[in-house]
């Protein structure tokens, strides 16, 4: 969710200001979701690399991330939205984890559109979480080298039993990964829009579902 920072200082606002704006966007990309029949929804709302900004500003986007849990809950468990969050969560100030597992907890048994919030995410750090927990497996004689397949591994990553995305959808014009997802990735298509996070609507979300339908997808093959 990218630009929150760039959209505030155009308008000569501090930059929590835009990570408030920002979390407006999530509604609109929520609504999108719905209208559209998008089942899977995940959001890098917060990397491992952004504990290293000014404690002000990662203070308050915890502060928003908790209040958003607080705000959204009850709609969530009325339009059928399952939370869940990807990332080392235990980094995470102990109300806002309290609240999140809260959140995640009661939308348990929701399955209409799955939301994944990636907080003190990073995907090499999820990638070396999954092989640390086969090198347990193996160390303690459970799995031997030939056991170790593309299916083991993805069912060692925090996204356990979430389909690989179709459309990774980048804001405010960058052109890179940024650690997000790495092993999952793999084949996803890439829309790059140079909107900022909070200037993203639903109707950025439909070019972006157009522009999706438009690619020919062969996974390699011809
Ligand atoms: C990146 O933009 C954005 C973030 C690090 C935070 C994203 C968080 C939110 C949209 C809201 C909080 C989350 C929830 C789930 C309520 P940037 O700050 O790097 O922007 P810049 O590149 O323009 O500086």
Known sequence: MDGNGRWAQQK?????????????????????????????????????????????????????????????????????????????????????RKKLSEVVEATASNSRLHVILALSYSGRTEILDAVKSIVRDAAGGGLAPDDVTPELISSRLYTEGIPDPDLLIRTSGEMRISNFLLWQLSYTEIHVTKKLWPDFAKADFFEALEDYKSRSRRFGGV
Not at 13 to 36: D, F, W
Not at 73 to 82: A, I, P
């Open 12 to 96: 000569g606002l501090p930059r929590l200001a835009g990570h408030e704006q920002g979390s407006k966007s999530i509604r609109q990309c929520v609504e999108a979701c719905m209208e559209t029949g998008v089942e899977f929804l995940t959001l890098y709302a917060f990397s491992s690399e952004n504990w290293k900004r000014p404690p002000l500003e990662v203070n308050g986007l915890m502060l928003l991330l908790e209040r958003f849990l607080n705000e959204k809950k009850e709609e969530m468990l009325r339009e059928g939205v399952r939370l869940r969050a990807i990332g080392r969560l235990d980094d995470l100030p102990p109300p806002c």
